[in-house]
């Protein structure tokens, strides 16, 4: 969304109209009221001599790409835009602003003892904390006999492959939790949800190991952005 910026926004902040500085701005008449630009401001806390907070906002947003594409960014990404004003303090401070948003999406998503019924319930908890990542993580989520999570915990990040993903990993975490089932989960920074050969194998070997220790693997998910696949619904487990 576009928005007009007073002539004054030229202007060091501090000889901004009080009730136009971002931060006075959100104090006296609530964050709702704030642009985009505005609110990574205040995040900035302060510019540079040459440019405002806001102009360090404004030029983050633009080298982003938008807001959506910003938070798909983690610190080194942030540092590779150059903002002028935006070092690795201010990067850090981004990056962690991010990630609460992200973990806040999810928790709102997932009430107490939330049971699972099926892949879109799977999806709806974990989609939101791995769709914007930028390496691979591989989770597994632990559930009871009546398929109340347990708990969920990462296995892996970075490249997927069998030597880092094993069976001894998964169902280690499976016995000390005393899980009944299990689901594997991991996302494709790609954007592509389609499963790749090493993951249909990597699913029917954790399904082997899971059914001789009388823990089955109900589905093994790949989340792709806003989009999924389940290898249980294509009947590939």
């Not at 540092?79 to 991010?98: D, H, S």
């Not at 790609?190 to 059914?211: A, H, I, W």
């Amino acid at each position: 969304m576009k928005t007009r910026e007073p002539a004054f926004y030229k202007l060091p902040i501090t000889n901004w109209p009080t009730e136009d500085r971002p931060r006075e701005k959100l104090m006296h008449q609530g964050a709702f009221k704030l642009t985009e630009t505005e609110l990574v401001a205040i995040l900035l806390r302060s510019g540079t001599g040459q440019s405002t907070a806001i102009d360090a906002a404004r030029e983050l947003l633009q080298k982003a790409g938008g807001l959506s594409r910003l938070a798909q960014l983690d610190y080194q990404d942030i540092l590779q835009l150059k903002v002028r004003g935006i070092g690795p303090t201010k990067a850090v401070t981004i990056a962690a602003a991010l990630q609460l948003a992200r973990r806040l999406e999810a928790r709102e998503v997932q009430p107490p003892a939330q049971v699972i019924h099926g892949s879109d319930d799977v999806a709806r908890l974990f989609a939101p904390r791995l769709r914007d990542l930028k390496k691979e993580i591989f989770m597994i989520v632990l559930l009871a006999s009546n398929h109340k999570i347990i708990r969920d915990c990462i296995i892996s990040e970075g490249v997927l492959n069998a030597s880092v993903v094993t069976p001894r990993e998964v169902f280690r975490e499976a016995v000390m939790a005393m899980a009944a089932a299990v689901i594997l989960i991991h996302n494709h920074p790609s954007g592509n949800p389609e499963p790749s050969r090493e993951d249909v194998e990597l699913t029917r070997q954790m399904v082997t190991v899971g059914t001789a220790m009388n823990i089955p693997v109900l589905d093994h998910l790949i989340i792709a952005g806003d989009t999924y696949t389940s290898l249980s619904d294509k009947k590939l487990i």
